[in-house]
């Protein structure tokens, strides 16, 4: 797996150069079909590649298509760093995929990914039977498989097709406001404790990161000290994701109406709370939310943040002088107070209201300006 994860990433670098030098010299793009349809004499001039399953071959080109597409959307909208590809390193480069695992026509396993001798190894082609802890069955029809590399263990991660389960309506609706003292506040009066993780591992990691800095680069005691390291942001990471998982599965199961502040998240980690937002991990979070509503049947709404923390929601008057504080909120017309982040998402809410009239099919996520 390991000489898979080589070849993989040499082809990519390999692949990129060709493009460059395609558009450099003779102005011309090329196509992930038009790389893959070069992989047969690839394998005849570096016999080595035939050690790698076709599917993983061609998928490595349509990764670097999609990094292309991406780059050229990145222009489009403007952005200061559009992020061209680049060439990869052996840190910067942890998975290979199998782009098929079920045929259609058989209804039936392929050659790739199959479970075996009882469910304790699975069969990836050109590798062979690699014992797995298969620690729940799958659900569904598997449609593709990845082997990912996260820093010392192996991972099969599975993408499979299942029927969409939607949860019964509960006739409820709620706004959530996210921030760095409380995780997130609902407008019923609900509030998340924000775990801040990364915050609690901090002297650890400069412990070991300060190991890392004493060690001689290039050698092996320095690779372990950085690799000790990692683990440490792969466990808070994974913290992190089960904190994430849990809150979003709570609104999904009680509330059939979801909405949150569009935020920009990516601008708003330049400021003096860089490391407090990215501790708490918003984008994770709307992200993992939406794909569990879509999942369940509900509605999950981002509306414009503009003036929620301002803005009375029983009156709606808006002015800065209504939030006194970080938690009070006393309106200067109509005197209403309140919990100023309850009432932030109370605002959020009625926002999202103003479409739900409109009749939105399906799940998702719809965007709304106030």
Same mark, same amino acid.
């Given at each position: 797996?390991?000489?898979?994860?080589?070849?993989?990433?040499?082809?990519?670098?390999?692949?990129?150069?060709?493009?460059?030098?395609?558009?450099?010299?003779?102005?011309?793009?090329?196509?992930?079909?038009?790389?893959?349809?070069?992989?047969?004499?690839?394998?005849?001039?570096?016999?080595?590649?035939?050690?790698?399953?076709?599917?993983?071959?061609?998928?490595?080109?349509?990764?670097?298509?999609?990094?292309?597409?991406?780059?050229?959307?990145?222009?489009?909208?403007?952005?200061?760093?559009?992020?061209?590809?680049?060439?990869?390193?052996?840190?910067?480069?942890?998975?290979?995929?199998?782009?098929?695992?079920?045929?259609?026509?058989?209804?039936?396993?392929?050659?790739?990914?199959?479970?075996?001798?009882?469910?304790?190894?699975?069969?990836?082609?050109?590798?062979?039977?690699?014992?797995?802890?298969?620690?729940?069955?799958?659900?569904?029809?598997?449609?593709?498989?990845?082997?990912?590399?996260?820093?010392?263990?192996?991972?099969?991660?599975?993408?499979?097709?299942?029927?969409?389960?939607?949860?019964?309506?509960? *006739?409820?609706?709620?706004?959530?406001?996210?921030?760095?003292?409380?995780?997130? @506040?609902?407008?019923?009066? +609900?509030? %998340?404790? /924000?775990?801040?993780?990364?915050?609690?591992?901090?002297?650890?990691?400069?412990?070991?990161?300060?190991?890392?800095?004493?060690?001689?680069?290039?050698?092996?005691?320095?690779?372990?000290?950085?690799?000790?390291?990692?683990?440490?942001?792969?466990?808070?990471?994974?913290?992190?994701?089960?904190?994430?998982?849990?809150?979003?599965?709570?609104?999904?199961?009680?509330?059939?109406?979801?909405?949150?502040?569009?935020?920009?998240?990516?601008?708003?980690?330049?400021?003096?709370?860089?490391?407090?937002?990215?501790?708490?991990?918003?984008?994770?979070?709307?992200?993992?939310?939406?794909?569990?509503?879509?999942?369940?049947?509900?509605?999950?709404?981002?509306?414009?943040?503009?003036?929620?923390?301002?803005?009375?929601?029983?009156? *709606?008057?808006?002015?800065?002088?209504?939030?006194?504080?970080?938690?009070?909120? @006393?309106?200067?017309?109509? +005197?209403? %107070?309140? /919990?100023?982040?309850?009432?932030?998402?109370?605002?959020?809410?009625?926002?999202?209201?103003?479409?739900?009239?409109?009749?939105?099919?399906?799940?998702?996520?719809?965007?709304?300006?106030?």
């Amino acid at each position: 797996m390991f000489e898979t994860l080589r070849l993989t990433r040499t082809l990519y670098n390999a692949g990129l150069e060709q493009r460059r030098e395609a558009y450099r010299k003779a102005g011309k793009t090329l196509s992930a079909y038009d790389q893959q349809r070069e992989l047969t004499a690839l394998k005849e001039a570096c016999p080595e590649y035939g050690g790698v399953y076709s599917h993983v071959l061609q998928d490595v080109f349509d990764r670097l298509d999609r990094a292309y597409k991406s780059f050229f959307s990145r222009v489009k909208k403007g952005a200061k760093r559009a992020g061209f590809p680049r060439f990869k390193g052996r840190d910067r480069w942890d998975s290979f995929k199998f782009k098929q695992c079920w045929d259609n026509k058989k209804d039936d396993w392929t050659a790739c990914g199959k479970p075996i001798d009882e469910g304790r190894r699975i069969n990836v082609p050109k590798i062979g039977a690699v014992k797995i802890k298969l620690h729940r069955p799958l659900e569904g029809k598997p449609r593709s498989l990845q082997i990912v590399l996260d820093v010392d263990q192996w991972y099969a991660v599975y993408t499979c097709e299942v029927p969409r389960a939607a949860l019964p309506e509960t *006739g409820s609706s709620v706004g959530v406001e996210v921030g760095t003292t409380w995780f997130a @506040v609902t407008s019923d009066g +609900g509030f %998340a404790k /924000n775990p801040r993780y990364l915050k609690f591992s901090l002297k650890k990691l400069r412990v070991q990161q300060r190991t890392v800095s004493r060690r001689k680069k290039g050698g092996n005691r320095r690779r372990k000290a950085i690799q000790i390291v990692a683990k440490t942001h792969r466990k808070i990471r994974r913290q992190r994701l089960d904190f994430h998982h849990i809150t979003a599965r709570r609104l999904v199961n009680k509330h059939d109406l979801i909405a949150h502040e569009d935020l920009n998240v990516s601008n708003m980690v330049r400021s003096n709370l860089a490391r407090s937002i990215s501790d708490a991990g918003w984008t994770s979070f709307f992200l993992i939310l939406s794909s569990k509503a879509a999942e369940a049947g509900r509605k999950v709404i981002a509306v414009d943040p503009m003036y929620t923390n301002q803005q009375c929601s029983k009156c *709606g008057h808006t002015c800065r002088e209504n939030r006194i504080s970080q938690a009070r909120f @006393v309106c200067v017309e109509c +005197g209403w %107070a309140e /919990n100023a982040d309850v009432n932030a998402a109370k605002n959020i809410l009625q926002r999202a209201r103003i479409i739900w009239p409109s009749g939105l099919n399906g799940s998702g996520v719809s965007h709304v300006v106030a």
